[in-house]
């Protein structure tokens, strides 16, 4: 160990370093702590600052706390051997009838730093300094988040969010695209999201790139996202919404303006048509039964808008049913025919198909690129 | 005092308790069963159950150990290996469940099990995976 016979006592730290190690081991540092772009950076940076706050006044706290509970115990133990001191010469002076009178102060006055300046040390150390601190702390904060509310100059691309229980739906209102569950932004550009819900109170929340945004019926929150490196980001919904809320998630995929564009392209397109004979059945499956209802699939049909996912592009996504389930051709399968088995209280319904209709479906969705 | 001690001890015993729950439970809900293959399976069963899992089985089929999924639309496969017959016509050997797994019409025409194009060594693996689930 080289490095360590630099360090007195060096071996001495070694377990308790080991046992640190192996402790931290299993923790991550929380996404929002992580942060890769620049508002959740500066949401970050007032968490850190809150922290660091923290840290000493909790020590100083705990520390008095400690002080004050040691010296009531030596108080009281100190009480306890002088009273039995005073029993004691009280049963001599009866035994001998002699009068040498009562001792005087037996209790030893203990003299404290603070004697005489108790009620300073509470107006200072439970009023004055509490307040500066909570006023430096809103100040900065409210500082800090009144960045979210400027828009930055140069907004790349617009996209509208609609939270929905239990999904997402992403709109390209100038590029012609929707999809779901999945949003994918230009890495280094700000991007404007506008926030809605189609049913209840929802909150768009990537830890990584933004702090959490209600999604509010019948009103429109604005944020605008930039995420500074290319990656996969996870998303989830933060309002309680109902019985799925915990599978309501995204992901949101950064990728360089190029790669984003070509996707942006490839997205406005109609859905590829079925090259075979399976898919091909499988695609007047869709539209004959109660599919074609609900999903739209551009270039097939139009549903009633904004119900369910739109299927375009289905077999791009990287998940299902708003990151349930991995999209693969046998998630899909699964989530075709038993959707209430996989994420109960989903909008989605079961649909009765014999087993040659859903094998031509599931030829025909997992086709969708 | 000593009450407080007994307290303090009941509160330590309690922890303690709820800590080795915890533990025990995070063992067991994991739940790898083990991993040594049933006799003459060829095939990886560790290796199996990640593939079932990656697949997507556990959609369809209630399996022991593959997490993901709601298992409620074909038969429930922990009890495979008990099984006289697969896909209702086959008697259950391993090479039999292979063989459906890898061409499920072709075995069963009409059934809704689908063709998940799965390549023979990973169906092995899969099989020796189910063969280790369910009545030892």
Redesign the interface.
Known sequence: MPVLSHVPNARRWVPVTVVVAALLAGCEMPLALAPRGPAAAEIASIWWILFWIAVPVSVIVFSLLGIAIVRARAIAREQDEHDEHDVRVAERLRETGADVGLPEASRPARVSWLEGRTTGFVIIGGGVIPTLILIFTTVMTLQGLAVFDTAPEDVAYSVTARGHMFWWQFEYPDHGVVTANEMHVPVGRSVRVELESADVIHSFWVPQLHGKIEMIPGKTNVIHIQADEAGTYFGKCAEFCGQQHANMEFLVIAQEEAEFESWLEAQAADAPEPTDELAQRGRDVFVDSQCALCHTIRGVNQAAPGVAPDLTHLATRRTLAART??N????????I??P????PGSRMPAVNLS??E??AL?EYLDGLR | MSLDRNGFLIAVIVFLAAAGLAVGFYFVGTGDPDPAPFRNVPGDPVAGRIALE???????HAIDGVR??????GPALNDLRQQRYIAGRLPNTPDNVVRFILDP?GVSP???M?D??VVDAEARNMVAYLYTLGGR
């Open positions: 389930l991995p693969v051709r046998g998630n899909l399968g699964g989530w025919l038993d209430q088995g996989i994420k087993s040659d859903f094998l599931l | 990656r697949i997507g089985c556990g959609s369809c993901v999924g709601g298992g409620r639309v019409q009409g059934s809704a689908p998940l194009r």
